[in-house]
């Protein structure tokens, strides 16, 4: 939010700025930082746009709005309302307040386009003026942005986490895994979580990145088999000796399965024992 800070300027400088707002990068930028990026474009666990659904820009002064690209009157971006004339303006990355001090009118300054408009076009240009009409820009007061969810603190790790689980019924339960459990390690369950998404750095993943080479992907442990985030965590010597020994404690007998993500459903759920048990499984 601080274009001025630290921070700002330090990602501006890796990343780049597009449409006034922090760039993606190019190719070979951090995929975290992709990823991050696109969570205001609605990239999460199966809940849609719940990031730009839930923040709206609290108009001020309107030097840090951008007119065309944020959420600042009605329920979208100008550049979707009206995306014809967006498509023709000629300065796209203009400020609320540098629209407002140029005169938004049908016959303001605020208005250069590429080339003449059509009659269509120019009757779209005064619907845009009409819905602008009574914008009072409130000089004395800095541009904010508001969390809904919360419209007085604010953002919250917390709140957001409420968030998600109200809306359970709406969400893609495969993407949702019951791994943040209280009697767990917080460093335990992340482990488990990047674990169910084949996040972790086996060397397949690694030869993925081109951090190995594809010619030394062998396991660990010694074998010729390659090196995956199943094999080393179901099927390799270690590990599957180590199943063997919790199912025999378990007095439990079980195939494990070819899928990370279906062993958890599979384990956790265990077919014919109490559902008061499932929770036990899932710690263990």
Not at 44 to 67: A, H
Not at 179 to 185: D, E, F, G, I, S
Not at 246 to 255: A, E, M, Y
Request: hydrophobic fraction near 40%; charged fraction near 25%; glycine fraction near 8%.
């Amino acid at each position: 939010m601080d274009k001025e800070g630290l921070w700002y300027r330090v990602l501006k400088a890796r990343y780049g700025e597009e449409g006034g707002r922090l760039g993606e990068g190019d190719r070979y930028s951090f995929v975290w930082w992709k990823t991050l990026s696109k969570v205001r474009e609605g990239v999460g666990e199966g809940v849609g746009n719940w990031f730009e659904e839930n923040i709206r820009r609290v108009v001020g002064d309107e030097r840090d709005t951008l007119f065309w690209y944020d959420k600042w009157v009605g329920d979208v971006p100008l550049k979707l309302k009206f995306p014809r004339l967006f498509e023709l303006v000629v300065v796209k990355n203009c400020t609320v307040a540098d629209m407002g001090r140029l005169g938004w009118a049908d016959d303001g300054m605020a208005w250069v386009w590429r080339r003449r408009l059509f009659a269509w076009e120019d009757e779209t240009m005064r619907e845009c003026s009409v819905l602008l009409h009574n914008i009072v820009l409130q000089v004395n007061v800095y541009d904010t942005w508001r969390w809904l969810l919360d419209p007085v603190l604010g953002y919250s790790v917390r709140g957001t986490y409420h968030y998600f689980t109200k809306i359970v019924g709406t969400m893609d339960r495969s993407r949702v895994d019951d791994v943040w459990l209280k009697q767990t390690p917080s460093k335990v369950s992340l482990l488990v979580w990047h674990l169910l998404r084949n996040r972790l750095p086996a060397k397949d993943n690694l030869a993925q990145q081109g951090v190995l080479a594809s010619t030394d992907m062998a396991c660990s442990a010694g074998r010729d088999t390659t090196e995956t985030i199943t094999h080393l965590f179901l099927h390799c010597t270690i590990s599957s000796d180590l199943w063997s020994k919790v199912q025999n404690w378990l007095g439990i007998s079980l195939v494990l399965s070819g899928d990370m993500r279906q062993h958890f459903i599979q384990f956790t759920k265990m077919a014919g024992m109490p559902r008061s048990s499932h929770y036990f499984f899932a710690l263990i």
